[in-house]
């Protein structure tokens, strides 16, 4: 097991901003060094495992060590910061909060130190969760248009809160042991589709979530082989009558979710439209011809 050493002069992680981490109210950096000069300390040893029987990680750690006393601002003072897998932190003898984060996932210890080495191991109750999407028949969905959010699972949908926005497929995420509502987000229109998962301590879990959708290409053109004409400005309704899509553009692109659609494009002071159908895998370039019979009358 690796161990990240903390600096003499333990240099405060500015760049997190004034943050809360699960257990620990709002916090500052603090502005002082540890360990005072002329002042015996202490040494903390630290090291998280995902399970009681699990191995100490030797990595991809986070160790955050507040002074256990409220500052003059109501935060908590951030004494030491340490990245790796084990930390080794020399302080002043007195009592801390120790926060380890692995991912999202995370624990907070409150430690007294004394002029004494002490080992301080944390349980996270903490696995992974990676999310990838598919079609119907199987097939991959076009994974630079695929995000999801995660959420957590309070029992009750209206309070769930909102933990990671706009997570890439693939990815793996940790966090705490639990239940999570994942959103599924294929494009930015409707293709939406969403998952209660399980996360379980030690163990990665993976997810495949399914969307019934397509990718459309809008043209507007003048005769079958016409080019798409510039600043066309196009409106995708849905049958309730939603205007769920607008855009300007000679060549307008997005996904939808399988169903029925009027697309209405408008060019200079002509309106046309075209009653379309969207089948879930099945790609399609849309031609609007600039006719008579597709104009909409004044």
Do not use: C
């Amino acid at each position: 097991m690796g161990l990240a050493l903390a600096s003499a002069a333990y240099a405060q992680d500015e760049s997190l901003g004034d943050l809360s981490l699960p257990g620990i109210s709002k916090y500052a950096p603090a502005d002082r060094k540890v360990p005072l000069e002329g002042i015996d300390s202490g040494v903390l040893f630290l090291e998280a495992r995902l399970t009681d029987d699990g191995a100490p990680l030797a990595d991809g750690m986070v160790w955050r060590v507040f002074d256990a006393e409220v500052g003059p601002d109501g935060k908590l003072p951030l004494i030491a910061v340490a990245k790796g897998g084990g930390a080794r932190i020399q302080l002043e003898p007195g009592n801390y909060l120790v926060h380890a984060a692995f991912g999202r996932a995370g624990a907070t210890s409150r430690v007294t130190l004394t002029k004494e080495t002490r080992r301080e191991s944390l349980v996270l109750n903490a696995g992974g969760l990676k999310l990838e999407a598919a079609l119907p028949d199987g097939s991959q969905v076009r994974r630079n248009k695929l995000t999801f959010d995660i959420f957590s699972r309070n029992g009750n949908t209206d309070d769930d809160q909102l933990i990671l926005p706009d997570v890439p497929a693939g990815k793996v995420i940790r966090l705490n042991a639990g239940t999570y509502h994942v959103v599924s987000k294929y494009g930015t229109i409707n293709a939406v589709t969403r998952a209660d998962l399980r996360v379980e301590a030690g163990r990665t879990t993976e997810a495949s979530l399914e969307h019934r959708a397509a990718q459309v290409t809008l043209n507007l053109v003048r005769g079958k082989n016409g080019f798409p004409l510039a600043d066309t400005a196009w409106s995708v309704v849905a049958p309730s009558g939603d205007v769920i899509r607008e855009d300007v553009n000679a060549i307008s692109t997005m996904i939808l979710l399988a169903g029925e659609y009027t697309i209405v494009a408008q060019n200079k002071d002509n309106i046309y439209q075209k009653n379309i159908e969207v089948r879930s895998g099945r790609d399609q370039t849309i031609r609007v011809e600039a006719t008579e019979e597709n104009r909409i009358k004044n």
